[in-house]
């Protein structure tokens, strides 16, 4: 691998930082009944991190190689997800 190339995400701290992001929207809607709010800033840190990366010396396409094989492992972990935990928000 690279030095630029991102590494294998460990799944269990993946759950765990999903957990956290997950907890952290349920409290942002019930306190600022807003769920736009949230969304802005998940999209805010993605941004500041991907310039961070690009400051450390990521390549700007090991980055999109990395964001499009999340996402398609985004939707599947979405796809798996009774529908009753996915219609009230995980």
């Given at each position: 691998?690279?030095?630029?190339?991102?590494?294998?995400?460990?799944?269990?701290?993946?759950?765990?930082?999903?957990?956290?992001?997950?907890?952290?929207?349920?409290?942002?809607?019930?306190?600022?009944?807003?769920?736009?709010?949230?969304?802005?800033?998940?999209?805010?840190?993605?941004?500041?991190?991907?310039?961070?990366?690009?400051?450390?010396?990521?390549?700007?396409?090991?980055?999109?190689?990395?964001?499009?094989?999340?996402?398609?492992?985004?939707?599947?972990?979405?796809?798996s997800?009774?529908?009753?935990?996915?219609?009230?928000?995980?």
């Open positions: 691998m690279a030095a630029d190339e991102a590494p294998p995400v460990d799944e269990r701290a993946l759950l765990h930082v999903l957990m956290r992001l997950r907890d952290i929207r349920r409290e942002a809607v019930t306190a600022l009944a807003d769920p736009w709010a949230f969304r802005q800033a998940i999209i805010t840190v993605l941004s500041i991190d991907t310039e961070c990366a690009l400051q450390a010396g990521v390549k700007a396409e090991a980055l999109f190689d990395f964001d499009e094989a999340a996402e398609i492992k985004a939707a599947e972990f979405v796809e997800l009774p529908e009753e935990e996915r219609d009230r928000g995980w």
